[in-house]
């Protein structure tokens, strides 16, 4: 995603869900390339587990003034790139939160709350929000994904990035698995181990 909107290093990166597995992991490759985090949580205590894996800032959305924090932050400039996994208010504030010509790819809708960014903030800053959904991008850029999948397997081997996976036998251990992959609230995915 950091490739799909041409993001650069020195550059403030936001996102919403930043302690699902994808979140981890895009703070763990923006750090790579030398980008700043600017990550949306609903927990307190996730902040210090985001902080210890190399984002730089962690807002509370349930405690924290999302647009206000993100204008101080970036000295009022906003953000150029944000991906977003809620929508709704969150969403929302991400959306006005873009500075000048920034882009906001939605990934997800766990929020079920309308979105509604303001129109004058992205008429003036000129600004995109649109879709990004992996299974077309993929089948669209296969030389781009496999190179993809050599870089990420390549930083894992190297042990500078880590996914948080839960192993499950698969012959012994199917039904687990899927109630794992499931369940509410779990930062870790479910691996099936043949």
């Not at 906003?78 to 939605?106: E, P, Q």
């Not at 077309?136 to 990035?161: A, D, S, V, Y």
């Not at 948080?164 to 099936?192: C, M, N, R, W």
């Amino acid at each position: 995603m950091l490739d799909e909107v041409n993001a650069q290093p020195g550059e403030f990166i936001l996102q919403s869900a930043a302690a699902s597995a994808l979140g981890k992991a895009l703070i763990q490759f923006a750090k790579i390339m030398g980008m700043k985090t600017i990550n949306i949580v609903r927990r307190e205590e996730q902040k210090e587990e985001l902080k210890a894996i190399g984002a730089d800032f962690v807002i509370n959305s349930e405690t924290e003034d999302i647009k206000k924090v993100i204008a101080e932050i970036t000295e009022q400039k906003g953000v150029r790139c944000a991906f977003d996994a809620v929508t709704g208010t969150t969403g929302s504030a991400m959306a006005d939160s873009l500075g000048k010509k920034g882009i906001m790819l939605i990934y997800g809708r766990l929020s079920k709350e309308p979105f509604s960014p303001a129109p004058a903030a992205m008429l003036f800053k000129q600004s995109t929000v649109r879709g990004f959904w992996l299974q077309p991008w993929k089948e669209e850029n296969p030389q781009k994904t496999k190179e993809f999948l050599g870089k990420i397997i390549k930083l894992l081997l190297e042990k500078k990035i880590k996914f948080d996976a839960k192993t499950f036998d698969a012959a012994t251990q199917f039904q687990e698995a899927i109630e794992h992959s499931v369940a509410p609230g779990k930062s870790e995915k479910s691996v099936l181990v043949f």
